[in-house]
């Protein structure tokens, strides 16, 4: 079984000779080519980032390196020999393991029991040797370098130690290839750090790994190559090196962005919108703080400090223990989204697949949702004024859509986040919260986000944002407050502010 393989031997040899090559894939849904006559090599001991925006064809790739799906056209070569991955068993048994975003563990199983599921160690008479698992797992950390206890469930476990876990079954199966898809999107910096340290650990052992990240910053600290897609189609293979952060843009996108965080509002205007005072919850803990009329007040903490904590519970969907939130000059009474609905604020939800968007309804259906008093008569809605509405903000926006009537499901998620925040403004706000509005975006859905937040603040709104992107931090806010353990530890303006001030406060 591969449980029963030596530990003690790195997975391939470092060479200049391709872990895997795939030459000429193709793959079509429905008539669509999500992949065009795509190829892509990974050399052993190297990391080989792939990027793209949303659409590009990226998760179509590693799913086919997977053996999720089969290409239309195309071939995989593995050490030299043709490949035929049927299955996502067939890929693990030809040594590639793919880490995806949604991690695919058992939670009420032990670590041990996760990295040895597809073949537990025996004895003569078919019982399960559990300590020969529980030791195994062990040697399997000590190679990454990574604590995690064999015993632990993992449902118990952070998401930077459930990724080591399937890192760690990846070795048992002695994995020549391990994809990671963007795997930082739920991490701490400390954790990131760490991550980075194991797959440095990875490539020294002769690992091939596929990095798929939109964090430019991410790509020129860890990868060696960088392979393009747009479009499903192939765009440029270089080392990271022959690139700088625009020419990288460019390519992901086919223009430049000369300006990542647009500014066209002035000066924040006196008139305070948003007054929390004293605010406490379960987590929180006394958080006071004002927000002006045209400002976008950005908030930082690592994780678990309690961004989203207070980003529900201004808005009224958590509930509060002690304090009281002001807006517009009107105290948020009785505690709840309704009643904060109806005093203008809402919330552009951090999980906006399952507590934003209802992905099987149409655009229209998805935006007008709090606004369908609006365009309603004597119980009925007025679909012509329901249209005409979605329509505009589908123009103003730029949100690209085949028609209203698509569902919101097939559409690239920075469309989906333009779709959410027209869903409030469409029904008329003084204050948006928004929380982690880009993560999961491409760098080209990310900077009309960005313009999109500051056109909001020209607009006279006050704007609350969520963030654990620094640069984003640095680049939107007017001012930054910092969480840490459910406090607010400092608030300072963006002109004084520097990372190394404001990473000190989330530690304090």
């Known amino acids: 079984m591969q449980a029963d393989r030596s530990l003690a031997g790195t997975p391939t040899e470092v060479s200049g000779a391709p872990a895997v090559t795939m030459t000429g894939i193709t793959k079509l849904f429905t008539g669509v080519k999500a992949l065009d006559d795509v190829s892509l090599t990974l050399l052993p001991g190297r990391v080989h980032a792939l990027m793209g925006e949303n659409g590009a064809g990226k998760s179509t790739l590693i799913k086919i390196l997977a053996g999720v ?161 747009r479009d499903g189609r192939h765009i440029s293979t270089k080392p990271v090196s022959e690139h700088t952060h625009e020419t990288l843009i460019t390519d992901m996108i086919g223009r430049r962005i000369d300006n990542l965080f647009p500014r066209a509002r002035g000066a924040a205007g006196e008139q305070v919108i948003l007054d929390v005072e004293e605010l406490s919850t379960e987590k929180l803990k006394g958080i006071s703080f004002k927000a002006r009329a045209g400002e976008v007040l950005g908030f930082f903490g690592l994780m678990g400090a309690g961004r989203t904590e207070l980003a529900k519970a201004i808005v009224g969907f958590d509930p509060i223990t002690t304090g009281r939130i002001t807006i517009g000059g009107q105290l948020l009474q009785p505690h709840d989204t309704r009643t904060g609905k109806a005093l203008g604020i809402g919330l552009l939800t951090e999980d906006r697949k399952s507590e934003g968007l209802m992905l099987d309804l149409s655009v229209t259906h998805n935006m007008s949702l709090a606004s369908l008093e609006r365009f309603s008569k004597s119980g009925f809605v007025s679909e012509p004024s329901e249209k005409s509405a979605v329509q505009a903000f589908v123009d103003r926006f730029r949100v690209k859509t085949p028609g209203l009537t698509r569902q919101i499901k097939f559409l690239s998620g920075g469309n989906q986040q333009k779709v959410l925040l027209a869903r409030w403004l469409m029904r008329g706000l003084k204050v948006i919260v928004v929380d982690e509005p880009t993560r999961g975006i491409d760098v080209g859905a990310k900077s009309e986000i960005f313009a999109l937040i500051d056109e909001l603040a020209s607009d006279g709104l006050a704007v609350i944002l969520m963030t654990s992107e620094m640069p984003e931090l640095l680049g939107l806010s007017d001012r930054i407050a910092v969480l840490a353990e459910g406090r607010l530890t400092a608030i300072m303006d963006r002109a004084d502010a520097t990372q190394e001030k404001i990473l000190d406060a989330a530690i304090a």
């Open 69 to 229: 799906y089969r290409p239309d056209a195309g071939q995989i070569s593995i050490t030299g020999k043709l490949a035929d991955l049927r299955s996502p068993r067939d890929a693990l048994r030809q040594g590639i393991k793919v880490v995806f975003q949604e991690i695919a563990l058992i939670p009420e199983f032990t670590v041990a029991e996760n990295i040895f599921l597809e073949g537990y160690p025996t004895d003569r008479l078919g019982s399960i040797r559990w300590d020969r698992i529980r030791a195994d797992a062990a040697a399997l950390f000590a190679r990454i370098g990574f604590d995690v206890n064999p015993d632990d469930k993992v449902g118990n476990l952070p998401v930077s130690k459930q990724q080591m876990v399937e890192i760690a079954r990846a070795l048992a199966h002695e994995a020549r290839v391990v994809v990671m898809d963007e795997p930082t999107s739920s991490l701490t910096p400390a954790e990131v750090a760490k991550l980075f340290d194991v797959i440095r650990r990875l490539t020294a052992l002769g690992m091939a790994v596929v990095y798929v990240s939109h964090k430019l910053d991410e790509i020129f600290e860890i990868a060696d190559t960088v392979t393009v897609l």
